[in-house]
């Protein structure tokens, strides 16, 4: 099985998850159908002077599936309601590679040392710990491990904003 994205009409993608979860069960299909992931990020907000937690898509209109792409697992995806295609060139879907695959899951490989602590990953969701910015949210956008710098895109009064931080200042989430 492989990994691929299907692209959906806006806010259909629980739905479709449902809907393909319940239409494989007790099919051959059940078996060519793997796993189907909506990728969310957990996110915190300030509402009535309370911090309440609330999951973000990270890809809005689109969900992740791992299928045995045959015309009849094809046919039966694309042909729901809300989904428009698979993504890839042309009419052909195409898979998702094994470091994107590992970067969706959180298996992402790092190297663990003792002398440099932890190794940052441009695409890392960190929180700034001090300095003007702390508190903030942010992407890494690019490592500098020669000098321990990190560029991080934080939306700072509603536009997005790429500041630079030392690796002390910031804490992965």
């Known amino acids: 099985m492989k990994w691929y994205v299907v692209h959906t009409y806006a806010s259909h993608e629980f739905k479709i998850k449902e809907a393909i979860e ?33 999951e973000k898509k990270l890809f809005t209109s689109y969900i992740i599936i791992e299928v045995d792409l045959t015309p009849e697992v094809y046919q039966f995806i694309v042909g729901m309601p809300g989904v428009t295609n698979f993504l890839g060139t042309g009419k052909k879907p ?63 009064f509603g536009r997005v904003t790429p500041v ?4 002390d200042n910031v804490e992965i989430l």
């Open 22 to 54: 319940k239409g494989k069960m007790g099919t051959a299909l059940d078996a060519l159908i793997g796993q189907v992931l909506i990728p969310t990020q957990k996110t915190f907000h300030i509402r009535d002077g309370k911090k309440v937690e609330r």
């Open 94 to 156: 195409q898979p998702l590679s094994e470091n994107e695959i590992n970067r969706l899951l959180g298996i992402a490989d790092r190297d663990k040392d003792v002398s440099k602590g932890y190794e940052f990953i441009p695409g890392d969701m960190i929180k700034i710990t001090s300095g003007p910015f702390s508190d903030f949210e942010g992407v890494i956008e690019k490592v500098n491990s020669d000098q321990q710098k990190l560029i991080v895109k934080v939306t700072v």
């Open 164 to 167: 630079e931080v030392h690796t």
